[in-house]
């Protein structure tokens, strides 16, 4: 277990050990799946060896959710869909989005408890030889959503639409991005 990856000293005692047959865990601090594979990059860290010790990379962040109690159902505003990326035929039922409201077993918050959103990159040969040729992370993005990656949005947006928590928290903690369909 390393507890961060900050510098190359660090990252090089952590591929040496993924190398050398240990499982490693560790914490690289960055906005998605793909910042990491430049953060490794941009420490000097040499692709062949990076890619040879990687299995995977999960970005997570804790979004608020609402509390069970006082939730209420509503129809959001096409401005506030609008700033949340998505537009009206996304909503389709009233039931689908809901707000927080508070009361006393929030302590009128509106919010209790958090939940993870996350996304999981898999590392297929694909992405390894993209990496290997430092291809732009736009291009091993597309890759690796025609290979299954959802963003940390689409997360996101799943648990708005499941009850669990709002646009304005999601829109908090994620970056917009246009949303069609979920």
């Known amino acids: 277990m390393v507890g961060e990856i900050r510098d190359e000293e660090t990252a ?11 499982l490693v865990f560790t914490t690289v601090h960055a906005n998605n799946v793909i910042d990491v594979i430049g953060r490794f990059l941009n420490m000097g860290v040499e692709p062949y060896n990076f890619v040879s010790s990687l299995n995977c990379v999960l970005a997570q ?4 959710m609402l509390c069970p109690t006082c939730k209420r159902a509503y129809v959001p505003a096409e401005e506030e869909l609008s700033v949340s990326g998505m537009h009206s035929g996304v909503v389709t039922r009233r039931s689908d989005l809901y707000r927080s409201v508070g009361c006393d077993a929030c302590n009128h918050t509106g919010y209790r408890g ?3 959103i996350h996304e999981l990159l898999d590392m297929s ?15 091993i993005r597309r890759q690796a959503e025609r ?6 949005r689409e997360s996101a ?7 669990t928590t709002t646009l304005y928290e999601i829109n908090r903690v994620t970056f917009v991005e246009e949303i069609g369909k979920v």
Not at 147 to 152: A, F, K, T, V
């Open 125 to 139: 040969d694909t992405i390894r030889e993209m990496i290997i040729e430092r291809r732009p992370g736009s291009e």
């Open 12 to 22: 090089q005692i952590a591929i040496q050990s993924a190398l050398t047959g240990h």
């Open 157 to 163: 947006v799943k648990k708005v639409f499941l009850g």
């Open 61 to 64: 962040r804790l979004v608020r």
């Open 147 to 152: 290979e299954g990656l959802s963003s940390l």
């Open 114 to 116: 958090r939940t993870a």
